[in-house]
């Protein structure tokens, strides 16, 4: 049972990424589905969350810049971040959780460069 993510990138400011986060050995279905971040000298942050009936979060400061969705196959969830930002240079974890289990990836590279 594991979690991935991928499509962490090197981009200009400005530019877009889709990452996503992939459920190995299980489904994503009855899970909700965060995204976290840490920036290098600074605690991880929650960016984004959808609860399994679709509702999605978002954190101010991507709010209107980043969506969160789910895949057709259940087991992938994906975030579309565009017009990134030099602050927006992190690790990009992906977390899901259902009652006691809770599940993190290992996470991906996004750096934004101005």
């Known amino acids: 049972v594991q979690v991935v993510e991928s499509g962490g990138s090197l981009v200009h400011s400005g530019g877009s990424l889709r990452l996503s986060c992939a459920a190995l050995g299980f489904s994503f279905d009855h899970y909700a589905i965060g995204w976290f971040r840490q920036a290098p000298g600074k605690e991880r942050e929650g960016v984004s969350c959808?609860?399994?009936?679709?509702?999605?979060y978002y954190a101010d400061s991507v709010k209107g810049r980043v969506t969160i969705s789910r895949g057709n196959a259940k087991n992938t969830v994906y975030l579309q971040m565009n017009s990134l930002k030099p602050e927006d240079t992190a690790v990009y974890y992906c977390?899901?959780?259902?009652?006691?289990?809770?599940?993190w990836g290992q996470g991906t590279q996004v750096t934004v460069s101005s």
């Open positions: 959808i609860s399994k009936d679709v509702s999605a």
């Open positions: 977390n899901a959780y259902y009652s006691t289990q809770d599940f």
